[in-house]
Protein backbone atom coordinates (compact mmCIF):
# COMPACT_ATOMS: atom_id res chain seq x y z
CA UNK A 1 0.00 0.00 0.00
CA UNK A 2 1.60 3.04 -1.07
CA UNK A 3 2.23 5.58 1.97
CA UNK A 4 0.17 9.23 2.17
CA UNK A 5 3.08 11.09 0.36
CA UNK A 6 3.65 9.04 -2.70
CA UNK A 7 -0.03 9.14 -3.39
CA UNK A 8 -0.30 13.13 -2.65
CA UNK A 9 2.92 13.56 -4.23
CA UNK A 10 1.59 11.59 -7.64
CA UNK A 11 -1.64 13.34 -7.47
CA UNK A 12 -0.10 16.74 -7.22
CA UNK A 13 2.02 15.92 -10.16
CA UNK A 14 -0.64 14.64 -12.34
CA UNK A 15 -2.28 18.11 -12.50
CA UNK A 16 1.13 19.86 -12.55
CA UNK A 17 0.65 21.45 -9.37
CA UNK A 18 4.16 20.17 -8.99
CA UNK A 19 6.22 20.53 -12.54
CA UNK A 20 9.69 18.86 -13.36
CA UNK A 21 11.92 20.06 -15.89
CA UNK A 22 15.81 19.07 -14.66
CA UNK A 23 17.08 20.03 -18.09
CA UNK A 24 15.12 23.34 -18.63
CA UNK A 25 14.82 24.97 -14.85
CA UNK A 26 13.01 27.24 -13.67
CA UNK A 27 14.31 30.41 -12.27
CA UNK A 28 12.56 31.60 -9.19
CA UNK A 29 12.16 35.30 -7.95
CA UNK A 30 14.86 34.73 -5.96
CA UNK A 31 17.21 33.82 -8.90
CA UNK A 32 17.44 31.04 -7.90
CA UNK A 33 17.53 27.60 -10.42
CA UNK A 34 15.53 25.06 -9.82
CA UNK A 35 14.40 21.69 -11.87
CA UNK A 36 11.00 22.13 -10.23
CA UNK A 37 8.11 24.45 -10.36
CA UNK A 38 5.34 23.99 -7.17
CA UNK A 39 2.14 25.74 -7.64
CA UNK A 40 -0.79 23.95 -4.84
CA UNK A 41 -3.44 26.55 -5.80
CA UNK A 42 -3.93 24.35 -8.81
CA UNK A 43 -5.56 22.04 -6.39
CA UNK A 44 -8.38 23.84 -5.62
CA UNK A 45 -9.40 23.31 -9.39
CA UNK A 46 -10.06 19.89 -8.73
CA UNK A 47 -12.82 18.79 -6.00
CA UNK A 48 -11.88 15.16 -5.11
CA UNK A 49 -7.67 16.24 -4.73
CA UNK A 50 -8.88 20.05 -2.66
CA UNK A 51 -11.22 17.55 -0.73
CA UNK A 52 -8.30 14.53 0.01
CA UNK A 53 -6.03 17.76 1.13
CA UNK A 54 -8.05 19.39 3.25
CA UNK A 55 -9.46 16.00 5.22
CA UNK A 56 -5.69 15.35 5.60
CA UNK A 57 -4.78 18.36 6.75
CA UNK A 58 -7.44 18.21 9.68
CA UNK A 59 -6.39 14.85 10.47
CA UNK A 60 -2.90 16.75 11.04
CA UNK A 61 -4.04 19.01 13.09
CA UNK A 62 -6.03 16.68 14.74
CA UNK A 63 -3.71 13.61 15.70
CA UNK A 64 -1.05 16.42 16.63
CA UNK A 65 -2.00 19.89 17.60
CA UNK A 66 -5.39 18.79 18.76
CA UNK A 67 -5.17 21.85 21.14
CA UNK A 68 -5.82 24.32 18.74
CA UNK A 69 -8.11 26.99 18.83
CA UNK A 70 -7.59 29.01 15.94
CA UNK A 71 -6.26 28.02 12.30
CA UNK A 72 -4.19 30.67 10.47
CA UNK A 73 -3.61 30.09 6.43
CA UNK A 74 -0.34 31.96 5.17
CA UNK A 75 -1.58 34.58 2.22
CA UNK A 76 -1.62 33.95 -0.65
CA UNK A 77 -1.30 30.39 -1.16
CA UNK A 78 -2.97 29.05 1.83
CA UNK A 79 -5.89 30.94 2.77
CA UNK A 80 -8.35 29.43 1.02
CA UNK A 81 -7.54 25.44 2.02
CA UNK A 82 -7.08 26.93 5.58
CA UNK A 83 -10.28 28.53 5.47
CA UNK A 84 -11.57 24.72 4.67
CA UNK A 85 -9.87 23.29 7.12
CA UNK A 86 -11.00 25.72 9.90
CA UNK A 87 -14.55 25.17 8.52
CA UNK A 88 -14.02 21.54 8.86
CA UNK A 89 -12.94 21.74 12.50
CA UNK A 90 -15.76 24.14 13.52
CA UNK A 91 -13.02 26.52 14.83
CA UNK A 92 -12.07 30.44 13.94
CA UNK A 93 -10.43 31.33 10.79
CA UNK A 94 -7.41 34.12 9.86
CA UNK A 95 -5.35 34.90 7.40
CA UNK A 96 -1.77 36.57 7.65
CA UNK A 97 -0.53 38.64 4.93
CA UNK A 98 3.22 38.73 3.70
CA UNK A 99 2.94 42.67 4.34
CA UNK A 100 0.59 44.98 5.87
CA UNK A 101 -2.35 46.01 3.84
CA UNK A 102 -1.21 49.61 2.18
CA UNK A 103 -4.50 51.32 3.16
CA UNK A 104 -7.60 51.31 5.63
CA UNK A 105 -6.49 49.57 8.86
CA UNK A 106 -3.21 48.69 7.40
CA UNK A 107 -4.11 44.82 8.84
CA UNK A 108 -0.94 42.07 9.14
CA UNK A 109 -3.79 39.83 10.46
CA UNK A 110 -7.58 39.55 8.92
CA UNK A 111 -9.64 38.30 11.21
CA UNK A 112 -9.92 38.37 14.99
CA UNK A 113 -7.53 36.87 16.82
CA UNK A 114 -7.17 37.19 20.86
CA UNK A 115 -4.24 37.25 22.30
CA UNK A 116 -3.56 33.97 24.17
CA UNK A 117 -4.79 31.87 21.76
CA UNK A 118 -3.90 28.56 20.43
CA UNK A 119 -3.41 28.91 16.89
CA UNK A 120 -2.03 26.37 14.33
CA UNK A 121 -0.50 27.36 10.59
CA UNK A 122 -1.55 26.58 7.71
CA UNK A 123 0.58 26.43 4.64
CA UNK A 124 0.34 24.97 1.07
CA UNK A 125 4.57 25.29 0.54
CA UNK A 126 7.50 25.44 2.72
CA UNK A 127 10.66 25.89 0.91
CA UNK A 128 13.29 27.75 3.14
CA UNK A 129 10.59 28.52 5.63
CA UNK A 130 10.96 32.01 5.80
CA UNK A 131 7.73 33.54 4.27
CA UNK A 132 6.28 30.94 6.58
CA UNK A 133 8.25 31.98 9.94
CA UNK A 134 7.60 35.66 9.42
CA UNK A 135 3.46 34.36 9.76
CA UNK A 136 4.71 32.77 12.53
CA UNK A 137 6.19 35.62 13.63
CA UNK A 138 2.95 38.08 13.14
CA UNK A 139 0.64 35.54 15.79
CA UNK A 140 3.18 36.34 18.12
CA UNK A 141 3.61 39.73 18.03
CA UNK A 142 -0.11 39.31 18.34
CA UNK A 143 -0.54 37.88 21.76
CA UNK A 144 -1.02 34.39 20.89
CA UNK A 145 0.52 31.10 21.30
CA UNK A 146 1.49 29.26 17.84
CA UNK A 147 0.67 25.20 18.35
CA UNK A 148 2.76 24.30 15.55
CA UNK A 149 2.17 24.10 11.65
CA UNK A 150 1.09 21.85 9.02
CA UNK A 151 1.54 22.14 5.59
CA UNK A 152 0.72 20.75 1.58
CA UNK A 153 4.44 20.29 0.21
CA UNK A 154 8.39 20.72 1.47
CA UNK A 155 11.10 20.85 -0.44
CA UNK A 156 13.13 19.42 2.49
CA UNK A 157 15.86 22.03 2.04
CA UNK A 158 18.07 21.79 4.97
CA UNK A 159 17.98 25.53 5.85
CA UNK A 160 14.42 25.15 6.42
CA UNK A 161 14.71 22.17 8.90
CA UNK A 162 17.53 25.10 10.66
CA UNK A 163 14.70 27.39 10.51
CA UNK A 164 11.77 25.80 12.03
CA UNK A 165 14.06 24.65 15.00
CA UNK A 166 15.44 27.94 15.64
CA UNK A 167 12.03 29.07 15.77
CA UNK A 168 10.84 26.52 18.15
CA UNK A 169 7.67 25.72 15.37
CA UNK A 170 6.66 21.76 14.58
CA UNK A 171 6.04 21.03 11.34
CA UNK A 172 3.95 18.40 9.36
CA UNK A 173 3.68 17.86 5.78
CA UNK A 174 1.63 16.22 4.17
CA UNK A 175 3.98 14.91 1.08
CA UNK A 176 7.72 16.17 0.59
CA UNK A 177 10.59 16.36 -2.23
CA UNK A 178 11.96 12.58 -1.51
CA UNK A 179 8.28 10.92 -1.87
CA UNK A 180 7.45 13.14 -5.03
CA UNK A 181 10.74 11.48 -6.60
CA UNK A 182 9.67 8.17 -6.15
CA UNK A 183 6.11 9.04 -7.11
CA UNK A 184 7.72 10.91 -10.22
CA UNK A 185 10.00 8.07 -11.01
CA UNK A 186 7.37 5.15 -10.11
CA UNK A 187 4.90 6.88 -13.07
CA UNK A 188 7.35 7.72 -15.79
CA UNK A 189 7.53 11.67 -15.23
CA UNK A 190 10.89 11.16 -15.11
CA UNK A 191 13.83 8.72 -16.17
CA UNK A 192 16.31 7.01 -13.56
CA UNK A 193 19.31 9.37 -15.07
CA UNK A 194 17.46 12.28 -13.67
CA UNK A 195 17.06 11.39 -10.31
CA UNK A 196 21.01 12.62 -9.39
CA UNK A 197 20.52 16.08 -10.89
CA UNK A 198 17.14 16.60 -8.89
CA UNK A 199 18.96 15.27 -5.77
CA UNK A 200 22.23 17.05 -5.73
CA UNK A 201 19.49 20.71 -6.72
CA UNK A 202 18.00 19.96 -3.23
CA UNK A 203 21.27 20.11 -1.20
CA UNK A 204 22.39 23.59 -2.50
CA UNK A 205 19.70 25.23 -4.30
CA UNK A 206 21.06 28.76 -4.22
CA UNK A 207 23.85 27.44 -5.95
CA UNK A 208 22.78 24.75 -8.55
CA UNK A 209 22.85 25.30 -12.17
CA UNK A 210 22.15 22.88 -14.85
CA UNK A 211 24.28 20.15 -16.03
CA UNK A 212 26.63 20.85 -13.40
CA UNK A 213 26.01 19.04 -10.61
CA UNK A 214 27.42 19.77 -7.05
CA UNK A 215 30.22 17.79 -5.98
Keep these: MKQLERILAEKLLKISAIKL ?14 PIYTDNRKTLSYPEIRNFIKVELTRLIMENFGDAEVVAGVAT ?14 LPYIYVRSSPKDHGLENLIE ?29 RKAGAEVVGMVAIFTY ?37 SDLQTLKEWRKSPSTWAPNKPIE
Excluded: C, R
Aim: aromatic fraction near 8%; proline fraction near 3%; glycine fraction near 10%.
Design 111 to 139: GNLKSGQKVVVIEDLVSTGGSSLKAVEAI
Design 21 to 34: QPEIPFVWASGWNS
Design 77 to 90: GAIAQGALVADTMG
Design 156 to 192: EFPVAAEHFKKAGVKLITLSNYSSMLEAALEINYIKD
